[in-house]
């Protein structure tokens, strides 16, 4: 069985950690004049429920599977020439399974991803990396049409 949370809430009320700051703002400079980027980053976690309970006297093999993906929404600006919308996404961020039922509740799942902070915000700064070219080259098709 397989259940989706989207835990965006969650990792708002857990922004106080830091790992967990999924924002981040670059400012490129460009001929036709700085260009502005604002990124907004939610996290969405899926798990996957395996085994069995087990018959009394007898173990269980419960097991929860879970891995984290990132999406993350930017909005780019170069004075009022140009405004950009863009989605950018990141599956499998991170994973990982624990014994025991999967955990149901938006606050426990968040703390799924707490514990890998790093790993989220490293593939946060990657999709920025990745998204420089993309906002220097409508930069300059906003520049030609202009």
């Avoid at 989706?4 to 004049?33: F, K, M, N």
């Avoid at 502005?36 to 173990?59: C, F, H, K, M, N």
């Avoid at 703390?111 to 220097?136: C, F, H």
């Amino acid at each position: 069985m397989i259940k989706r949370a989207l835990v965006g809430a969650a990792l708002a009320a857990c922004a106080v950690s830091p790992a967990l700051a999924l924002e981040h703002e670059v400012v490129i400079d460009h001929a036709a004049g700085p260009i502005a980027a604002d990124y907004r980053g939610s996290v969405t976690i899926e798990t996957q429920q395996l085994g069995t309970a087990g018959a009394p006297g007898r173990p269980n093999t419960l097991q929860c599977r879970w891995s984290a993906s990132l999406a993350v929404e930017r909005v780019a600006t170069v004075g009022a020439a140009m405004r950009s919308r863009r989605t950018l996404t990141s599956e499998d961020v991170t994973g990982g399974s624990r014994p025991g039922w999967c955990p149901t509740d938006a606050t426990k799942l968040a703390s799924l991803v707490d514990a890998r902070g790093p790993n989220v915000r490293a593939a946060l700064m990657a999709l920025v990396e990745q998204d420089r070219a993309m906002i220097v080259a409508e930069a300059e098709t906003a520049t030609v049409r202009g």
